[in-house]
């Protein structure tokens, strides 16, 4: 038999009936546990997650809410729906969920839909400061049939200009203003941004996306009670299935839920919704609350490893999950940069920095995140220890032999640690606690436990 925590539920099955696909699975699950994820929206979802994910719900059609579906047989899956719901307003203490979006950019469309109508002015970060594609860009949807004003961060600080936003806000009147980014290291001021919004009748949108983990772990700051709609992914900081959702106030509540089904697509995806609902039991427990505050530790840790190897960090560091680093001091571009790490099992993007002289598919940047290294059981000391594999791959990546033992630094280091998702959750439901249990150290003996308690 295959190890079906590795390789997914009835995998000797797929391994029979799909040898080619199979081997696919395999592959991937070697590349995701062998080399160093640093992809900053990238994670591990646990166990139980993948375990929902892979059922029947698939399915079952179900459009509509439940109790009030367009076919018959939802009593079932209705109770998955109305669990994932109560789950995401108690954790986020909103007034009101929806949990079928099928990503991150659906649940955006869905916000466009519910608030404004084509031609409106919305405001939003610019892409190459750190926003998102659905923020404005003009290939997508959002610049095409939106008057969208990009507001973007001070040139000396590289923190957000909330003076200037504040400015843009009075003199276009937008309809709308988003905040939220996929490449800002630092907190955001939802106090004041709910200020301008309240001054210029504005809704207040955030888009959390990268951090609503590190807000499901009680490590940063809610955006939830200042926001008119927050919305965000399921699969980032947050571990969850690869998914979208949106929280919003009571008043907004048959807005949103109308824009999200029929406004912009059909059937929920049921298997994701039930796995949305175990995510959110796991963001429930003190071990996800270490692991998000542990996946700072150690975005601070990589940066500040990079910093003390001679790269520059964007706005002094990081407060969250990702940070942003000027290679620049390299003579090493973001491209090159990129496929140099990746030739030496670092996964990671090249970025854009705010201000950037070179064009978004070159950049000057690199954007690493912690979520998914932390996962894994790594702390501070791993990531000092990948920063400087990250350096000497773009220092020295170009020559093939010195890539190959950056290489093999890099897997004797993910040897190490488990490479499995769901140590936080597993070891507390075996430490006989339920979801709540704690003292979770007991389980983990030899090199592995010390990796981890040195990690946590
Ligand atoms: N693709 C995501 C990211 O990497 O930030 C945003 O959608």
């Given at each position: 038999m295959t190890d079906a925590r590795k390789y997914g539920q009835d995998f000797d099955l797929l391994e029979k009936q799909d040898p080619?696909?199979?081997?696919?699975?395999?592959?991937?699950?070697?590349?995701?546990?062998?080399?160093?994820?640093?992809?900053?929206?990238?994670?591990?979802?646990?166990?139980?997650?993948?375990?929902?994910?892979?059922?029947?719900?698939?399915?079952?059609?179900a459009e509509g809410y439940p109790g009030k579906r367009y076919y018959g047989g939802c009593e079932v899956v209705d109770r998955a729906e109305i669990i994932a719901i109560e789950r995401a307003k108690q954790l986020f203490g909103a007034e009101h969920a929806n949990v079928q979006p099928h990503s991150g950019a659906s649940a955006n469309i869905a916000v466009y839909a519910a608030f404004t109508k084509p031609g409106d002015t919305v405001l939003a970060m610019s892409l190459p400061h750190g926003g998102h594609l659905t923020h404005g860009s003009k290939v997508n949807f959002s610049g095409?049939?939106?008057?969208?004003?990009?507001?973007?961060?001070?040139?000396?600080?590289?923190?957000?200009?909330?003076?200037?936003?504040?400015?843009?806000a009075i003199r276009t009147k937008p309809k709308m203003i988003c905040s939220g980014?996929?490449?800002?290291?630092?907190?955001?001021?939802?106090?004041?941004?709910?200020?301008?919004?309240?001054e210029v009748g504005a809704i207040m949108w955030v888009d959390a996306a990268h951090f609503i983990g590190l807000v499901a772990g009680k490590a940063i700051p809610s955006p939830v009670p200042y926001a008119?709609?927050?919305?965000?992914?399921?699969h980032k900081v947050l571990r969850g299935p690869r998914g979208g959702m949106?929280?919003?106030?009571?008043?907004?509540?048959?807005?949103?839920?109308?824009?999200?089904?029929?406004?912009?697509?059909?059937?929920?995806?049921m298997s994701a919704v039930a796995g949305k609902a175990v995510a959110l039991k796991e963001c429930a427990t003190?071990?996800?609350?270490?692991?998000?505050?542990q996946v700072i530790s150690n975005a601070k840790s990589l940066a500040s490893g990079l910093v003390e190897e001679g790269m520059r960090?964007?706005?002094?560091?990081?407060?969250?999950?990702?940070?942003?680093?000027?290679?620049?001091?390299t003579g090493v571009n973001g491209k090159v940069a990129d496929e140099r790490c990746g030739a030496a099992g670092i996964v990671l993007n090249k970025n854009a920095i705010p201000f950037d002289p070179e064009s978004p598919a070159v950049t000057s940047g690199i954007r690493?995140?912690?979520?998914?290294?932390?996962?894994?059981?790594?702390?501070?000391?791993?990531?000092?220890?990948?920063?400087?594999?990250?350096?000497?791959?773009?220092?020295?990546?170009?020559?093939?032999?010195?890539?190959?033992?950056?290489?093999?630094?890099?897997?004797?280091l993910t040897a190490q640690g488990d490479g499995h998702p769901d140590r936080h959750a597993l070891t507390d439901l075996e430490a006989g606690d339920g979801l709540l249990g704690a003292g979770h150290h007991h389980l983990l003996t030899g090199d592995r436990g010390q990796l981890l308690d040195r990690g946590l």
């Open positions: 080619e696909i199979a081997s696919i699975l395999r592959a991937e699950v070697k590349r995701q546990q062998s080399d160093v994820q640093l992809i900053a929206s990238e994670n591990f979802t646990s166990r139980a997650v993948l375990a929902a994910l892979g059922t029947v719900l698939s399915n079952k059609y095409k049939w939106f008057n969208i004003v990009s507001y973007g961060v001070r040139q000396d600080n590289e923190l957000i200009d909330y003076d200037e936003l504040r400015d843009q980014a996929t490449a800002y290291p630092s907190l955001i001021d939802f106090e004041k941004i709910r200020t301008i919004c309240d008119d709609v927050v919305s965000f992914t399921t949106i929280l919003c106030k009571e008043e907004h509540a048959a807005g949103i839920d109308k824009a999200v089904f029929p406004g912009i697509k059909g059937g929920p995806i003190p071990a996800y609350q270490n692991y998000a505050k960090a964007v706005s002094g560091g990081t407060e969250t999950h990702l940070a942003l680093i000027d290679i620049r001091a690493v995140g912690s979520p998914a290294t932390t996962t894994q059981g790594m702390g501070t000391a791993e990531m000092r220890e990948i920063a400087s594999l990250i350096v000497r791959a773009i220092r020295e990546g170009d020559d093939a032999s010195k890539a190959a033992a950056i290489k093999s630094d890099v897997h004797a």
